[in-house]
């Protein structure tokens, strides 16, 4: 185990709702970044936030937005749900800026009906 | 354009037996080149990372490789087992620290 948490596990939502999903690093990172992982497919970079502040978005609409807490724990907010949203969505921790020692939690399955 | 492919797409070995899978990278500049392993739904898990100046690299019966000059990788599995069926995604990081992933080789080993 990574020490990385997600929640939910699972979530079904209807096209155009609003969804929210947690994340906690691991003790003592203070960087989260958010990857969409559709099947068959390798994750896609969302963004990435250190020390509250967005670092780094890859290519998804504003309809995806983010914030990072004080504990720096994490939420990924997905406005006008989709069916192509449909996906893992993985969040992964490290202890810098650099991307390169990121753990990742176990994700979360979304489904869009 | 920055890319990670990955070969073959699947692959299906019996427990037991040797296997490799391979990994070509267009990512540049390098930075660093890593090996996860996904059991389905789950977050991928790292098995090894390498630097430019690193040719080979093992944790236990996973030994990758790189070519930097011709910008390949590949993630050798000695004497497979059950739990080895995953997921193997290859990941290589530019300079400014943003990860490319590969869409992964789908193992199967079978008794």
């Known amino acids: 185990e990574t020490g990385v948490t997600q929640s939910p596990t699972h979530l079904i939502k209807t096209r155009g709702q609003q969804v929210t999903l947690r994340c906690s690093s691991q003790?003592?990172?203070?960087?989260v970044s958010w990857y969409q992982q559709a099947l068959g497919q390798g994750p896609q970079f969302i963004f990435q936030?250190?020390?509250?502040?967005?670092?780094g978005r890859g290519n998804f609409p504003p309809r995806f937005s983010g914030l990072q807490f004080p504990n720096y724990s994490s939420e990924l907010n997905v406005n006008a749900l989709e069916l192509d949203d449909s996906a893992l969505y993985l969040c992964?921790?490290?202890?810098?800026?650099?991307?390169?020692?990121?753990?990742f939690g176990p994700g979360t399955r979304l489904t869009v009906l | 354009k920055n890319q990670v492919e990955q070969s073959p797409q699947s692959l299906i070995i019996l427990e037991g037996k040797n296997c490799t899978l391979q990994?070509?990278?267009?990512?540049?500049?390098?930075?660093?080149l890593r090996w996860y392993k996904q059991d389905t739904g789950r977050g991928p898990v790292s098995l090894t990372i390498?630097?430019?100046?690193?040719n080979t690299k093992s944790n236990g019966r996973y030994t990758a490789t790189l070519d930097a000059d011709t910008k390949q990788s590949s993630l050798h599995i000695t004497a497979s087992q059950l739990s080895d069926s995953a997921s193997y995604i290859c990941?290589?990081?530019?300079?400014?620290?943003?990860?490319?992933f590969g869409t992964g080789t789908r193992l199967q080993v079978f008794p």
């Open positions: 992964a921790s490290s202890t810098q800026r650099s991307y390169n020692e990121q753990f």
């Open positions: 003790s003592g990172h203070n960087t």
């Open positions: 936030y250190y020390r509250e502040e967005e670092n």
């Open positions: 990994c070509n990278y267009t990512v540049s500049p390098f930075s660093n």
């Open positions: 390498m630097t430019f100046s690193e």
């Open positions: 990941v290589v990081s530019e300079d400014t620290d943003k990860l490319i």
